[in-house]
C-alpha cells in the first residue's frame, strides 16, 4: 500500500504561481512512477504530468512550459511548481502513484491522493 498526501493548492490570481506537494509512504519511493491529474467540475479526470523512476518527466500539451514536475526521493515527495495560471487551470489536483508502467492513463496508476484545490482567478 501506498499512501499520498497532496498539498499547496489554494486561490491565485491569472498569471500567478503555485506550488503542489505530494509526500508518500508505505513503499520504497523511488520504484515509484508518479503522476499528477486533475479534475474540474463536470469533467473528466485528466492528466497533467509524471515522472519515471528513472526521473524522466512528460507533461499534457495543455501545460508544457508552465508547469514542471520534480521528486526529490529522500523525502518521498513529488512537487508540481505551476507558473502562469491560466483560469482553465481550475480543478483539484490529484497525486497518483504505480508500482508498474505508467505513462498518461489515470488506470494505470494503482494509488491516489485525496486531491488538493487550485482556483484560478481571471
Known amino acids: 500500500q501506498v499512501q499520498l498526501v497532496e498539498s499547496g493548492g489554494g486561490l491565485v490570481q491569472a498569471g500567478g504561481s503555485l506550488r503542489l506537494s505530494c509526500l508518500a509512504s508505505?513503499?520504497?519511493?523511488?520504484?515509484?512512477?508518479m503522476g499528477w491529474f486533475r479534475q474540474a467540475p463536470g469533467k473528466e479526470r485528466e492528466y497533467v504530468a509524471g515522472?519515471?523512476?528513472?526521473?524522466?518527466?512528460y507533461y499534457s500539451d495543455s501545460v508544457k512550459g508552465r508547469f514542471t514536475m520534480s521528486r526529490d526521493n529522500a523525502k518521498n515527495t513529488v512537487y508540481l511548481q505551476m507558473n502562469s495560471l491560466r483560469p482553465e487551470d481550475t480543478a483539484v489536483y490529484f497525486c497518483?502513484?504505480?508500482?508498474?508502467?505508467?505513462?498518461?492513463?489515470?488506470?494505470?496508476?494503482?494509488?491516489w491522493g485525496q486531491g488538493t484545490q487550485v482556483t484560478v482567478s481571471s
Open positions: 497518483a502513484a504505480s508500482g508498474r508502467y505508467a505513462y498518461t492513463l489515470a488506470a494505470q496508476y494503482d494509488y
Open positions: 508505505g513503499r520504497t519511493f523511488s520504484n515509484l512512477n
Open positions: 515522472v519515471r523512476r528513472s526521473g524522466g518527466t
